[in-house]
C-alpha cells in the first residue's frame, strides 16, 4: 500500500493534503482497478532503482511522467482522479461545499466567496466615446 499511496501522490502533488485522503484513495484503488495490482508496482520499484516509495521527489516525477500512457499507471489514474477529489476532507481544504443542488443551488450560497482570489479591478473608460458607421449588408436576394 505504501507504494501505491506514493505512487497517488506523485500523481496528484499536493502539500496542502494530509496523508489520510492519499491512504483511503489507495485501498480504492487497490479494491477497483482492473489491472495486475503488485506487477504494476513491482516495476515501479525496478524503474525506481529498487524503491519507489523511497525514491526522491523529482525522480519519481520524472519517471511516473516518463511512463506516459502507460497502461498500468493509465488504470490507477482512472480510479484515483476521481477518488481523491471526492474525498470530503479534500473538499474542506479545498474549500468546496459539497453539491448544491439539494441546498437550492450556489446563487444564494457564496458562489463568489473565494477568497484566494484576487479582487477584480473595475474602472470605467474615461476616453473620449466615439462612434462608427457601418455599411448594412446587402441581402443575396437583392432587398
Known amino acids: 500500500m505504501a507504494t501505491l499511496t506514493r505512487l497517488i501522490k ?4 499536493q502539500d496542502r493534503f494530509p ?3 492519499f491512504e483511503r484513495c489507495a485501498e480504492v484503488v487497490r479494491d477497483g482497478v482492473q489491472t495486475d495490482l503488485p506487477a504494476g ?7 525506481a532503482g529498487g524503491s519507489f516509495k523511497d525514491a526522491d521527489d523529482a525522480a ?14 493509465v488504470a490507477v489514474h482512472s480510479v484515483a482522479v476521481n477518488t481523491l477529489y471526492n474525498d470530503h476532507e479534500v473538499w474542506t481544504i479545498l474549500g468546496y ?6 441546498k437550492g443551488g450556489y446563487i444564494n ?4 466567496d473565494l ?9 470605467e473608460y474615461e476616453g473620449q ?10 441581402n443575396a436576394g437583392g432587398n
Open 109 to 112: 450560497r457564496g458562489f463568489d
Open 60 to 73: 519519481l516525477r520524472q519517471l511516473v511522467d516518463g511512463l506516459g500512457r502507460d497502461d498500468f499507471v
Open 41 to 47: 508496482l513491482a516495476r515501479l520499484d525496478d524503474l
Open 97 to 102: 461545499e459539497g453539491p448544491s443542488f439539494e
Open 115 to 123: 477568497d484566494w482570489l484576487p479582487e477584480a479591478r473595475i474602472t
Open 19 to 21: 496523508d489520510g485522503p
Open 129 to 138: 466615446g466615439r462612434v462608427e458607421n457601418v455599411p448594412l449588408a446587402q
Open 10 to 13: 506523485v500523481m496528484y502533488p
